[in-house]
Every structure is written in C-alpha cells, then in structure tokens.
C-alpha cells in the first residue's frame, strides 16, 4: 500500500468520525430539548402557558378547627374527624397579637396555635418576626384540610418526595404588580399529605391543589406556604443549604433560629399572609368593579419590617397595609338559572336575540322546561361560578333541592344554594366540606359536572375526540363522555378556558339536542 492510499484512508477515517461526532451532538441535542421542561422545572419561566389574569387572592385554607376551644388536638386526627360547629374561618394574620405572647384572649389564643411559625420567624415558639429565616408562614390545620391556590396561576412544579420526603406544589402567578412592576410571584404549597393537581396546568383562586399534611421535615401537621419573587434563583427558594448548615455547625432547626441566610430570605421572598390580605378579594373581574392587578403594592408593605424591641405605637405606624382593594368577606354570585313555583313565564331577554344560535337554545329551554325564572338579564359573556353551573344543571335534569342542614362550611345559612349543594351532595357530586360556590369554571370543569348530574353514559373508548384534549388530563374521561353523548366528531374543545354563559347554553343545547331525538 503507497502513501497517497494511506492518506486517503486516513481522510476516510475523519470524514466518518466527523459524520458520526455530528450524530451524537444532533442526538445530544434532541434529549435536552426533549427533557428540558423537566431539567429546569421551578427554575425557567414557561412563556408559553400564562395564568389568568390577577383578580386578587383568597387564603389557601378557608376553615380552621377552634384551637382554644376544640378537643381534637391529636395529629392523626383528620379534617373530617372534627365537627362542623367547630370550624372557623381562618383568621387574619396579625403581627401584633402574635408579637404579645402574654395576651390570653381567645383571639390571641387561636393565632397563636394557627400561626405556628411567622414570617421570617424561628422554631423558639417566640413568634416573633425576623427573628429568624423561616422564609414562610407555617398554618397549623388538621391533616386532610383541603389546601387551595390563593390566586390564579398555573402549576411549574409537583413534587411527591424530595430528599427528605417533603410533597409540595409551586404555582407561578404572573401579571402581579409588585414596587412598580409587573412580574410573576410563585407560591409554594409544603408538607402536603395528596397532591391533586399536574404539573403545567392552569388553577385559578378557590381550585384544590392538595390536602395538608405532615410530610418532610414536620412535627405536626400544618401547611407551609412560601412566595417567592420573579428574581429568585429557583422555585421553591430557600435561604440555606445543607453544606451551609453543616459549615456553620448547626442543624436545621438550629440555621432557622439562627437566621441563616436571612438577608438572601429578605431578598427573594415577601411574606405570604400580609400579600394575601392586602389583595383578598372573593369576588372575581367578572363580578367586581374592581381589577385588582391595577391596585400595586409595595415590598416594603408585604414585609412588614418590625423591630423585635419596637413599642406597640411603632409596630401599628410600621404596619400600614394598603387599603386600596375593597374585601369581601363572603363570595358573591349571581345565579344563571333558579326554578321558581311560579307559574312558568315565557320571557325573553334584551341581551339576546331568539334568532341567534344561542337565543334558540336558550329559549328553547325556557319554553321546554322552564328554567331561567330567576334572572332579569341573561348576560352572554359573564362567567359562570359553581353555583351557577350546579344550579343550572340540576334545574336541567329536574332535580330538586333538598332540605336539611348543609355540612357544606362556605354555604352561608339561606343561601338558595344550600338546598342544591345538600342534593348535590347526596347524588355524589360534591364532597368533602366545600361546595365552593365563588369558584370560576373551566369548561372541562363544566362538563365533570354535567357528567356527573346527568349521570351520562361513560364512554369505553380511550380514542381522543376532540384534538385539544390530553388522555394524562385528569378530567379527559368526563369530555370523552361528554363527547360520545352529543356524536362530537373532533375539532377542539378549550377545555381550559373559562366558561362564558352561552357557552354554558351551546354546551347544554348539544345535551338537549340528543335527549330531545330519542322522544
């Protein structure tokens, strides 16, 4: 073999090798484009899921035991195990009377056992506020207490054990303004005992995310709920790590009551509690005059900076929570559809043409069933709570409230709604102690109830029909039904956007389309 026969050989040999070196780096490239979402989960802004807009916050957990007077203090007992007549709505979060431990007021008492440990607090049970880097407020509530996201978002990251078994939620909020700017928050949602949400999903304010427990690093159980700024470095932020516990020579409890990394706290985190007061609003847009995303509020007023020697006159200056957001102490809703004993009236709507494809349904309820009796204007483009919906689709089916006494902890007593949600429950469509009657509906939430009022017949295929649905979604089952009951052939259903009123009625028009074909 000559030279020139080597070389050639040789250039052979590069050639394949480059070949196969470009292979690896487009294979290489491939896997982390594919995996990327699930590298930086918590970390990376998904640009292309955006929550709804802010329309203010609601607490993460509605009802709490009466700690100064209940007898069920035992950490197995459960959220069902305690009753009804002696739950309370949580209280509000309140620096002062946490800071007087020698106070012994039964307000007093029950902040203090709610409020296990404060913002930026310690585990010394001083409950004081930066007195340590406990970067959140720990909210004391029996195990299985159901845990709701306290504004609309979407969910970056669920985690059912980390390193030391902790099972937690972080939902991204964005479009909040906060000193002037416009930027996503991210709440976090810890020690769970059930996650029932996945991840990159959309949530709004009064949606269940889990249940509390005492998963992880906890001695009782109780929910961690954590917010961190748009600049912190990742999601769930905390202050400290093991390898700086260890550097100092202190546990973990021991770096909280030390306050390590209590400036990089400060930094990345607001306190939780006093964002949610300040935005607390039960009433959505839809609903309210009032956007709360126009109303901004300032670090300073979140972290409510107090000095731990600071007189009570000091701490009351200190502590000047806006009042630019008007709160509402129960939900408000307008009911779509309410039966009547009245004799039926054949009204008809300004705000809806009977020539419309909606106006024919719509009327065509009316004059077929006599729903609609309740209500002088139909509103096309309002949104629709779970009131709402329950109430329209019970009247539907022709359903009758039920009397009794509701169980039901957010049903005010005289609430038109209490006699459906007593139905609804005893039909097996609601659970739990929460109707959640302020709640905004998705239309995949919709049609689980429409499924589960009408008791439609399941659909035994697992074929999508519809393009837009997903066979991971948690609530494809009740669309595939829904879909197999009006011989829908495709085309894309929306599942995530909010429910508008007509096409609440478009949805039920498709119901009575089919139910009217088999008379």
Not at 170 to 184: E, F, I, P
Not at 220 to 249: K, N
Request: glycine share 6%; net charge positive; charged share 20%.
């Amino acid at each position: 073999m000559n030279i020139s026969e080597n070389k050639l050989i040789s250039i052979r040999y590069i050639i394949v090798i480059i070949w196969l070196c470009n292979c690896l780096l487009g294979w290489l490239i491939a896997i982390r484009q594919s995996w990327l979402p699930y590298m930086n989960a918590g970390t990376t802004i998904n640009t292309h899921l955006q929550s709804d807009p802010f329309d203010g916050t609601i607490m993460p957990i509605l009802y709490i035991p009466d700690w100064s007077k209940t007898q069920y203090q035992n950490k197995t007992t459960t959220f069902a195990d305690i009753p009804i007549s002696e739950y309370i709505p949580l209280p509000k979060y309140d620096p002062i009377t946490l800071l007087d431990i020698s106070n012994t007021s039964s307000k007093s008492l029950i902040l203090h056992y709610t409020y296990i440990t404060p913002y930026m607090g310690s585990y010394r049970m001083n409950y004081k506020e930066y007195d340590g880097s406990h970067n959140a407020i720990d909210i004391r509530a029996p195990i299985w207490t159901p845990v709701l996201s306290i504004a609309n978002g979407v969910v970056i990251r669920t985690v059912e054990a980390d390193a030391t078994g902790n099972r937690f939620v972080v939902v991204r909020h964005d479009g909040v303004t906060l000193n002037g700017k416009k930027q996503s928050l991210y709440s976090w949602y810890l020690h769970l005992s059930e996650i029932t949400v996945q991840e990159w999903t959309k949530v709004r304010k009064w949606d269940m995310i889990g249940r509390v427990g005492m998963s992880g690093i906890a001695t009782t159980p109780h929910l961690h709920i954590q917010i961190d700024t748009e600049d912190a470095p990742f999601h769930p932020y905390w202050p400290f790590t093991s390898a700086d516990s260890r550097s100092a020579g202190l546990s973990f409890f021991d770096s909280i009551d030390a306050g390590l990394g209590k400036e990089s706290a400060m930094r990345y985190n607001i306190n939780p509690m006093s964002f949610i007061n300040s935005f607390l609003n039960w009433v959505t847009t839809a609903n309210s005059s009032t956007n709360m995303a126009s109303a901004p509020i300032k670090t300073e007023e979140i972290h409510e900076l107090i000095p731990v020697n600071a007189s009570v006159e000091s701490i009351i200056a200190s502590m000047s929570i806006s009042s630019k957001t008007n709160i509402v102490e129960k939900p408000i809703v307008s009911n779509i559809s309410q039966s009547s004993t009245k004799p039926c009236e054949k009204k008809r709507f300004s705000d809806m043409s009977s020539s419309s494809k909606v106006g024919k349904i719509l009327y065509n309820l009316i004059d077929s069933r006599c729903m609609f009796q309740g209500i002088s204007a139909f509103s096309p483009n309002s949104t629709i709570t779970q009131k709402d919906a329950i109430m329209l689709l019970m009247d539907y089916y022709k359903i009758s409230p039920t009397s009794g006494t509701s169980h039901f902890l957010d049903i005010a007593i005289g609430d038109s709604f209490q006699g459906y949600a007593i139905a609804g429950y005893r039909r097996g469509i609601l659970d739990g102690n929460y109707a959640l009657p302020g709640k905004l509906l998705t239309k995949e939430d919709f049609v689980e109830l429409l499924v589960k009022v009408g008791k439609l017949e399941r659909n035994p295929s697992q074929i999508k029909i519809f393009k837009d649905t997903n066979a991971m979604n948690l609530k494809f089952q009740y669309i595939q039904d829904y879909a197999f009951k009006i011989r829908a052939r495709g085309g894309n259903f929306y599942p995530q956007t909010l429910l508008t009123r007509q096409w609440a009625i478009e949805i039920l028009g498709n119901i009575l389309t089919r139910d009217q074909a088999k008379k």
